[in-house]
């Protein structure tokens, strides 16, 4: 899948109610029909963008799919990274009328990303900008991540994030307050009807989840560790279970942390926890293992926003948060304090009883989820309507 699985997942078709189209070759292009806004995402097979589009009813917003890395005259729903849709050439020849970077910038430099900025404002074409991330997840520190935000928050017609606190935070750094449009669901909406119809079978076991996944820079599962391991063991009928990839946690492995896999090997063999090491998770395998959890605990040290989360909120998970990111404004969370510079192990401790104590969490209903999609979509079409009035040198919708 493209989406927030323990993997960097592989792709799903994306199903005709995203009006996703192939990008089309350049001397040879097929234009929409009048009024359409034609929309060069980056990416576009992620599930977060699959879901800006409405349901079912057309919006006349239509995103290119993604150009294949290795040969960018064909698309592909496999592989998008690196991103060709970055590159002044492409953004120079290829046909669309808003450029929306999303994620996939990781490794430019800002001086390239000021070189597409110009040729999309050269061209006539807008740009878009979601701050997902405050803080990339992949990078020990941040400086090139800021330098590269403050390129494209001071070059977009429009800016976009998920949170009120997020848009305070970039307001306060950049001078520039973004809109804010929530994140949509990630689950599918129709995997989503039939799990209600169909609930999963409770045994009556408190679970608590730390999944490792493989191991960003953002992570520190061995901090928490400890204080989860004593928290679960506290509560009656309560299960702690870990799951790890093989990359990490098997020796040989291109990730491999032998402290971390011998800490985990001791604890399970105590008991004290059940250990999972395995490749990553299908779809389906990912949406069965977070529904059997009551507790997803997220250890990160810097963030900003977690598709996890509202993975979880679709599924009736209970998410304990860290306070470095907007956790909590994004939905409700047992907040726990961490970040780079210090962990209060009290505060999660309390965070995973006070989940205990909470009982079940409902899955958020499959119709506010609906309705929800309906307005972000809304929401980007009539952004992208403004961008394109407010860019240089304006081409214009068609």
Not at 346 to 367: I, M, Q
Request: with cysteine; glycine share 6%.
């Amino acid at each position: 899948m493209v989406g927030y699985s323990a993997s960097m997942p592989t792709a799903l078709p994306a199903p005709p109610a995203t009006a996703v189209i192939p990008a089309q070759q350049v001397g040879a292009p097929t234009r929409p029909e009048p009024s359409t806004i034609v929309v060069a995402s980056v990416p576009a097979a992620h599930v977060y963008v699959r879901h800006l589009a409405p349901e079912s009813r057309p919006d006349g917003v239509v995103r290119l799919a993604d150009p294949d890395p290795d040969d960018p005259t064909r698309s592909t729903q496999q592989r998008w990274w690196p991103p060709v849709m970055l590159s002044p050439e492409w953004v120079e020849q290829a046909e669309f009328d808003v450029l929306h970077v999303q994620f996939g910038f990781d490794a430019w430099e800002p001086e390239r990303l000021e070189a597409v900025c110009d040729a999309v404002h050269r061209t006539g074409r807008a740009l878009v900008h979601t701050v997902h991330d405050l803080r990339n997840p992949h990078h020990t520190e941040r400086s090139l991540h800021d330098a590269q935000l403050a390129v494209l928050l001071r070059r977009a017609d429009a800016s976009i994030t998920l949170t009120e606190g997020a848009a305070d935070e970039v307001e306060r750094r950049y001078g520039r307050r973004p809109l804010v449009v929530p994140h949509p669901h990630v689950v599918e909406l129709d995997e989503l009807e039939r799990r209600a119809a169909a609930p999963q079978h409770d045994d009556g076991r408190f679970r608590v989840g730390l999944h490792l996944k493989s191991l960003r820079a953002s992570l520190d599962p061995a901090a928490v560790l400890p204080t989860l391991v004593e928290a679960v063991a506290a509560l009656p009928d309560a299960v702690l279970r870990v799951d790890g990839h093989r990359d990490v946690l098997e020796a040989g492995g291109p990730r491999h942390d032998a402290a971390l896999a011998q800490q985990l090997a001791t604890y399970a063999g105590e008991g004290a926890l059940e250990l999972h090491v395995h490749d990553y998770f299908t779809d389906a395998e990912l949406w069965d293992y977070l529904a059997d959890l009551d507790l997803s605990v997220l250890p990160y040290r810097f963030g900003t926003h977690s598709g996890w989360l509202e993975a979880c909120r679709d599924l009736g998970t209970a998410v304990a948060a860290p306070t470095c990111g907007h956790y909590a404004d994004q939905g409700p969370v047992h907040s726990f304090r961490m970040d780079e510079d210090r962990f209060d192990a009290d505060t999660l401790r309390a965070a995973v009883h006070a989940a205990h104590a909470a009982g079940p969490v409902a899955p958020l209903p499959v119709a506010v989820r609906r309705s929800q999609r309906a307005e972000v979509a809304a929401a980007h079409r009539r952004i992208y309507e403004q961008a394109l009035e407010a860019c240089p040198g304006r081409r214009g919708a068609r």
